[in-house]
């Protein structure tokens, strides 16, 4: 059974910073692209970012471009978001997810497995 479990969210003030981790059981993903994606009250899940299968390349959505950093290791199975400046208006839930394929993609659709999410409040 496939699980993705994803720690590191809690209570920041602004302009403070956080690292996400989310650890993959159940089977090896080395071979798919892994992403992050946010979901505030209120509003739309949206994609953060996500890394190809090769750990090299990542792919940021705009809204939190350029203060997040997405890196993965496989042997741990794990992928990480660290996240700078954070913002009061980066406060959401926050998952990972295995995209079915090796390029991380924005379409929640085409991702295999999802993670319970873990709370990223941002106090101002």
Same mark, same amino acid.
């Given at each position: 059974?496939?699980? *993705? ?5 809690? $209570?920041?003030? =602004?302009?403070?910073? $956080?690292? $996400?981790?989310?650890?993959? +059981?159940?089977? =090896? &993903?080395?071979?798919?692209? %892994?992403?992050? &994606?946010?979901? @505030? ?5 949206? &994609?953060?970012?996500?890394? &190809? ?10 809204? %939190?471009?350029?203060?997040? #950093?997405? +890196?993965?290791?496989? @042997?741990?199975? #794990?992928?990480? $978001?660290? %996240?700078?400046? *954070? ?28 993670? !319970?999410? =873990? !709370?990223? =409040?941002?106090?101002?």
């Amino acid at each position: 059974q496939v699980q *993705l479990v994803e720690s590191g969210g809690g $209570l920041v003030q =602004t302009g403070g910073s $956080l690292r $996400l981790s989310c650890a993959a +059981s159940g089977r =090896t &993903f080395s071979s798919n692209a %892994m992403a992050w &994606f946010r979901q @505030a009250p209120g509003k739309e899940r949206e &994609f953060v970012g996500g890394i &190809f299968w090769d750990g090299i390349h990542t792919k940021y959505g705009d809204s %939190m471009k350029g203060r997040v #950093t997405i +890196s993965r290791d496989n @042997a741990k199975n #794990t992928v990480y $978001l660290q %996240m700078n400046s *954070l913002k009061p208006e980066d406060t959401a839930v926050y998952y990972c997810a295995v995209d079915r394929g090796t390029i991380p993609r924005i379409d929640e659709g085409a991702y295999a497995y999802w993670g !319970q999410g =873990t !709370q990223v =409040t941002v106090s101002s």
